[in-house]
C-alpha cells in the first residue's frame, strides 16, 4: 500500500515530467490580497494571472498548496470531527495551465494519474460536467462531455451534467469564470451514510459518502462583464484542486480520512497524552479529530506568521486552539495542557514538504502552550460573567439571554459558541440569536476596514493594462544617477476615477514586506498629480493620491514621477536599520529571535521577533551598541539577484509567511547580515546615521516588538528625553542628576500615605456603619445594611466582611457615594449562598443607582452613578431578601 509520503512525491513527479514547474506552496496568510483570511485554494497564489494584472515565466506548474477553510464562504469548522472527511486544514494538489494546454489534456492527466499512476480501478470512476443554465443564457459544457469519454474510455452514462452550483466557478460577480468538471469515485454501497433513510438512492451529488469528489478541473474560458455576459477570453486557463487527504483515504482503501498513516501519528501522540484511544466511537473519536486536524491547522498557520489573538484571523485561531482545549478537557478527561506537545509530531509529518513548520517549532510550541493555559485562566472569568448575564436574564423575567452580551463570552473570554450553548441550556436559558448574529457582524466588520474587498481601488479597473517597471533600485540605474533613484520620466496608462494612476515605469516603492509606499509628485506642463501612497495589484503599482492642477479628461502622454527625497532616504534608513537590528537581536538573544513582522516607514521602524520574555535595558542597551557600531563602519551593502535554493544555500534569510519567486533579491551587510529583501536600502551604514530603541513590549505570546528611529528621527528622540529630564529636574527642584533619587524618594513617602489613607478609610467605613447601621430579621434572616462615607470599594468589601463575620449567618449591604460615584458590596454567609445569590442581589439593587451588578454568589458589588438612590437601594435589600425567601430557590 503506498504511503501519503509516497502519493504525494508521485504527484508531483507525474507533472514535472510533464513538463510542469513544481511550485511551493504559499503561505497560508495570503500575501498582497485583502480579501482572503487564509489560503482557502491552491489557485490564490496565482490570482493576479487570472485576472491578467501579473504574470510568469512557465506556462504550466503543479504544487501541493496548505489550505485553511475556517471562515467566510469556505467554513467547514462547524463539520470538522462530527464527520469523517471534512478538515480546517488540508492539502490542495494541483496543476495549472496559464494559456498552454486547455481540456483535452488536463482530462487525460487527470484520469491517468488516478487510475495508472495511483491504481484507482477506472470503473469506478464517474465525471460531471456543467450542464448549461437557460435562463442566464449560459450553454451546456458539450466539448468537456465528449473529451471524457474520447480521452479516457469512460463510458458516456458516466458523464453526468450538472448546474451552476456544482460544475461552474466564478472569481466574483464578475472577471474570469468557466466550466468546471469534477471526478467522482464510487466507494462502494457499504460507504452510503444514509442507507436507512427512506426513499435514499446513492448517487453523484446525492448527499451521500457512497459517491465522493475526487478532483476538480475549472476549465477558466470565459469573461463575465456582469450579469453574465460572457466573453471568450483571449487566453484559456486550466486551475484544477484535488483534497490530498481524501485521494490517500481512496488509495489505501480506507472509508475515513481519518483513518490513513496522515493521522495515525497523531491519533498516537494524543492517546499516549490522554490514556484515551481512537476507534472506540461516540464523542471520544470526535474529540481526536476535532484535536488532529486543529493542531494541524495551528501549526501551519503559525509556522507562516499568524498569531492567535482577537482580531479577524487571530480570533479564528484562538477559536480553533480553544475548541480543541475544551475537547481535550470535557471529553477526554485532561486537565494539564498538551496540545503544544503535539506539534512535533505534525512537524515530523510534514519533513521536506513544509519545512517551515519544523524550523519554527519551538516558537509554535511556545505559542500553542501560552494560548491553551491563558484559555485555563479564562474560563473562571467567564464562567463568572456568564453567572452574572444569566441572573440578569432571571431578573428580567427572561429565558433568553442577551445576544450581544453572550458574544462578549466569544470574542471577549474565548468560549466557543458550542460551550455557550450548553451553559445556557443548564440553566434553562437561550441564547438570542439575532442580537449574536448583529454583534458578529458588527465584530467583522470592525475586522475588515477597506475599500473593494479591502484594495483601496476595484482590482478590475486595471484589469488588461501592462506590468509596470519599477525603477526605483539604485543598484539597478545604468545613467549614473545618484543615491536616492527618485526622478523618473513615465507614460500614463490610466487615471482611475477616485484619485489614482498607473504608470508604465515608476520610482515609486509600491507598499509591501513591511515597507509603506512612497509619497511624491506626478507631473506635466500644467499637470501636477499629489502622491499620498503607492500600492501594487498583482504586477501593477497603483499610485494614490489627488489631482491638483491639469484635468483628468486632458491627461499628458508624457510625465515626470518623483519620489520625495527626504522621505525615500529615511525610509531606506530605517529599512537597512532593521536587518542590522535582525542581526543584533540574533547576536544577543540567540538564533531564535526570528523576524516575526515588521514595518517600515520615513519617521520609524518597527521590528517583531520572537522571544519569550521582555528584554533588559542591559540587552537593549547591547543591541543599540552593536547597531551603531556597524553603523559607524559605515560598511557598502552588496544587492544581487539569485535563485531562491542558491540564496538560502548561501545563509540569506527568508521572512516566514512571505511567498518569494524563483529569483530573489539578497541585501549583504559585511557579510555578517544577509536576507531576502525587495525593499529600499542605503548605499552604506553610515548613511543611516544614529540609531536609537524607542520602545519594546510585548504584542503576543512569544512575540516581542521594537520601535526604534534613525538619523535625525532618532536625535529628536534623544532631545525630547533630555527635554523631559530637564523639565522634571526644575519640578523637583533638584539636579538632573539627582532626579532618580528624588524621585524614589517621593515614590516611598506616597507608599507611605497611601496605606495611612487606607486605613483611615477602613476605619471611618466602619465606625460610620456601625453607628448608622440597619439590622432586621427578614423571613427568619439577619440582614444588615449600612451607608458608609467613602466608595473605596476595598473598604467596603472590608466592612461587609466584618459584619458577615458577626452575622454567622446572615445577608450583608454596605455602600456609599463619592464624587458622583457609587459603589456597593453585598455579602452572603457560606449557608445561605445557595438561597441568596449575591449576584442577583447586586443586579437588582443597582436599578436604584442608575448602574449594574454582578459577582460571585457569596460576595457580589454594584456601581452606579446616581447618589440619590442609594438610600433607597440600601433600604430595598430587606424586601429584596424577603421575595427571594419566599419564591423558588436561588442559585
Known sequence: MKTSGEIRSEFLEFFRARGHRIVKSAPVVPAGDPTLLFTNAGMNQFKDVFLGTGSREYTRCADTQKVIRASGKHNDLEDVGLDTYHHTFFEMLGNWSFGDYFKAEAIRFAHEFLTKSMGLPADRLWATVFGGEPRLGLAADTEAERLWPAETGIPAQRVLRFGMKDNFWEMGEAGPCG??????????????????????????????????????????????????????????????????????????????????????????????????????????????????????????????????????????????????????????????????????????????????????????????????????????????????????????KSRVIDGTEAFRLYHQDGFPRDLIDQMARESGLLVDETGWDKARKEHEDVSREGGVGGYRIDPALVEGLDATVFEGYWEERKDGEGQACTSRGARVLAFIEGGAMVLDRTPFYAESGGQGGDRGEISAPGFLFRVEDTGKIGDIVVHYGRLERGAASALPAEVTASVSAESRLSTAANHTATHLLHWALKKVLGPGANQQGSYVGPDRLRFDFNHQRALTRGEIR???????????????????????????????????????????????????????????????????????IIAEEGVAAGVRRIEAATGLGALDHVRKMEDMLRASAEILKSPVNSVPERLEALKKREKELSKEIEALKSRLAGESGSASGEERDVEGVRVYSAQAPVSDQKALRELADRQRKRLKSGIVAVGGAEGGKVAMIIGVTADLARRFNAAEIASKLAVHIGGKGGGKPDMAQAGGTNPSGLAAALSGVFDVVAAMAKGPAAG
Open 622 to 692: 547591547e543591541v543599540e551598541t552593536l547597531v551603531n557600531s556597524r553603523i559607524l563602519e559605515s560598511q557598502a551593502l552588496s544587492i544581487s539577484r539569485k535563485g531562491y535554493d542558491e540564496a538560502k544555500a548561501g545563509g540569506a534569510t527568508a521572512l516566514f509567511g512571505e511567498k518569494y519567486g524563483d529569483i530573489v533579491r539578497v541585501v549583504e551587510v559585511g557579510g555578517y547580515s544577509r536576507e531576502l529583501c525587495g525593499g529600499t536600502h542605503v548605499r552604506s551604514t553610515g548613511e543611516i546615521g544614529l540609531f536609537k
Open 179 to 396: 466550466p468546471c468538471s469534477e471526478i467522482h469515485m464510487d466507494m462502494g454501497p457499504s460507504a452510503c451514510d444514509r442507507a436507512a433513510e427512506k426513499g435514499h438512492v446513492c448517487s453523484v451529488n446525492g448527499g451521500c459518502r457512497r459517491y465522493i469528489e475526487i478532483w476538480n478541473l475549472v476549465f477558466i474560458q470565459f469573461n463575465n462583464a456582469g450579469g453574465y455576459s460572457l466573453k471568450q477570453l483571449p487566453a484559456k486557463h486550466v486551475d484544477t484542486g484535488m483534497g490530498f487527504e481524501r485521494l490517500v483515504a481512496a488509495v489505501q482503501g480506507k472509508m475515513s480520512n481519518y483513518d490513513t498513516d496522515v493521522f495515525s501519528g497523531l491519533f498516537g501522540a494524543i492517546g499516549a497524552k490522554t490514556g484515551a484511544s481512537y476507534g472506540s466511537g461516540g464523542r471520544t473519536d470526535v474529540a481526536f479529530r476535532v484535536i488532529a486536524d486543529h493542531v494541524r491547522a495551528l501549526c501551519v498557520a503559525i509556522a507562516d506568521g499568524a498569531m492567535p489573538d482577537r482580531k479577524m484571523r487571530g480570533s479564528i485561531l484562538r477559536s480553533l486552539l480553544r475548541r480543541a482545549a475544551r475537547f481535550a478537557r470535557q471529553v477526554l478527561g485532561t486537565e494539564e495542557p498538551f496540545l503544544n506537545e503535539l506539534a512535533p509530531v505534525v512537524a515530523e509529518g510534514f519533513g521536506n514538504v513544509f519545512p517551515e513548520v519544523g524550523e519554527r517549532l519551538d516558537h509554535i510550541m511556545h505559542v500553542m502552550k501560552e494560548e491553551e493555559i491563558s484559555f485555563s485562566r479564562t474560563i473562571s472569568r467567564g464562567l463568572s460573567r456568564f453567572e452574572s448575564l444569566a441572573a440578569a436574564t432571571r431578573l428580567a
